[in-house]
């Protein structure tokens, strides 16, 4: 698929030595080893990676019911394996790879690379880090221009694209930033105008309840003039907040706290910091002996909240997280 661009840019920027590259399209894997590792090997059946001693990490690109069986039979194998995003279409089998994960003692992350976009990674730390005490309140509101997937089948026959193939990123975001903490329940609405180009809803809202604190998401993914993304972060003892005009583009994070406030750079950009990370966390996992930060185990809370979002989004009303364990999207 064109994402396997990005993963093969970024693992050839870090040095990670790829050896085989697998596609149903012979020519379209010669053509991603022709771009970026001319010495590795090339074949239409992904089984034929799978059974080389010489490779100990596999990294499954393919959509989701393409994907199963490939996680399954790589992990069975005794390979380490990232998945591409979003992990599984039914937590039911998400938990079972979990387990033969475990079995095999293997690891299995989820490619959730937005994690190691700039804004989201100063996030991330800085609120394990107790910056800004307890969260209170999160919210996303992006606006962006999504009208590229235009009469591309795999994206438009996506009916909950926004809140599924896209708002995963979010969901999952928050489940890192909430810190383990259980969700509540969820409440989303999409909605379709007529002179969208695309077939998708491309307005979505969400609202996530938790104990303690309410998140809420904004999503416009048919806005062609004025593009902005903005993140706030509101806790008991300060607030963090990022705005640019994308999601690939925010420059500083912007610091509220007793004693002063300030700007902080950031550097990089989600397209390379994201890919770089997903792997190369993947990789220290492996080597260190510990669970990766963006293990499946820890995605399947990612994946409740979703899953709760798009069951909202289609009866009109609040879901328990948790009730939910299919996408039906």
């Not at 790879?97 to 490619?111: S, T």
Request: hydrophobic content about 40%; aromatic content about 8%.
């Amino acid at each position: 698929g064109g994402i396997s661009e990005f993963h093969l840019r970024s693992y050839h920027r870090c040095g990670f030595p790829v050896r085989a590259i697998a596609s149903r399209s012979k020519a379209d894997a010669e053509k991603r080893r022709d771009e970026f590792f001319p010495d590795a090997d090339v074949y239409s059946d992904y089984r034929k990676v799978i059974e080389r001693g010489d490779i100990t990490v596999i990294d499954a690109t393919p959509h989701p019911k393409d994907r199963l069986p490939i996680l399954r039979d790589a992990i069975t194998a005794g390979k380490h394996v990232l998945s591409q995003k979003p992990f599984v279409l039914d937590l039911a089998d998400g938990r079972q790879l979990v387990e033969l994960a475990k079995q095999q003692k293997v690891h299995l992350a989820v490619n959730q690379n937005g994690r190691w976009a700039p804004h989201f990674s100063y996030l991330r730390n800085a609120i394990a880090g107790g910056l800004i005490g307890d969260i209170t309140s999160i919210d996303f509101s992006l606006q962006w221009d999504q009208t590229w997937i235009a009469g591309t089948p795999a994206f438009e026959n996506i009916h909950h694209l926004i809140l599924f193939d896209f708002g995963v990123h979010w969901f999952d975001i928050t489940n890192c930033l909430m810190d383990g903490q259980r969700a509540e329940s969820v409440f989303a609405e999409v909605k379709r105008f007529d002179q969208q180009i695309f077939q998708p809803p491309a307005i979505a809202s969400v609202i996530i309840r938790y104990p303690q604190a309410l998140i809420r998401m904004s999503f416009h993914g048919h806005t062609q003039l004025g593009e902005e993304d903005v993140t706030t972060v509101v806790g008991t003892q300060g607030t963090l907040r990022s705005r640019g005009p994308g999601l690939n583009d925010q420059p500083e994070m912007q610091l509220f706290l007793k004693r002063g406030q300030c700007s902080v750079p950031l550097q990089g950009c989600w397209f390379d910091a994201g890919f770089d990370g997903a792997m190369g966390e993947l990789l220290c996992a492996i080597e260190q002996n510990r669970e990766p930060n963006h293990s499946a185990a820890n995605n399947l809370h990612s994946l409740e909240l979703c899953f709760a979002a798009v069951r909202s989004a289609d009866t009109g009303q609040p879901v328990a997280v948790g009730t939910v364990q299919t996408a039906s999207h």
